[in-house]
């Protein structure tokens, strides 16, 4: 499976972005999804998962009823609609995919896209 995110950019604090992940080389079909982000000096963090036929949905604390994830079946493709962004928003967004647990399980074996940056002004 390749990843490819895209949508990233820089927003003024209160804003809205919508980030994109692409999937090729096969189908999301009964993967698990989300994504995690990287802010700088930190380690990265879980934002959001999904099994892909919608179930199962988890959100970090921090992003709870501002963030929301969902995809594309026809598509290969997952979003993350980002609302009322703040500047400690800002990171290098991920997405990842993992065929058999959530992608914040320890147990999961995470395929990643290769970030895009979020940037949040204040």
């Known amino acids: 499976v390749q990843l490819q995110a895209s949508g990233g950019g820089l927003v003024q604090a209160g804003g809205s972005l919508r980030l994109s992940c692409a999937a090729s080389?096969?189908?999301?079909?009964?993967?698990?999804i989300g994504w995690f982000r990287q802010a700088p000096g930190k380690e990265r963090e879980f934002v959001t998962s999904i099994r892909w036929s919608g179930s199962s949905t988890y959100y970090a604390d921090s992003v709870k009823g501002r963030f929301t994830i969902s995809r594309d079946n026809a598509k290969n493709t997952m979003y993350l609609q980002m609302n009322r962004l703040k500047p400690e928003d800002t990171a290098v967004y991920y997405c990842a995919a993992s065929p058999q647990y959530p992608v914040h399980s320890q147990y999961a074996d995470n395929y990643w896209g290769q970030g895009t940056q979020v940037t949040v002004s204040s």
């Open positions: 080389g096969r189908t999301f079909s009964n993967y698990y």
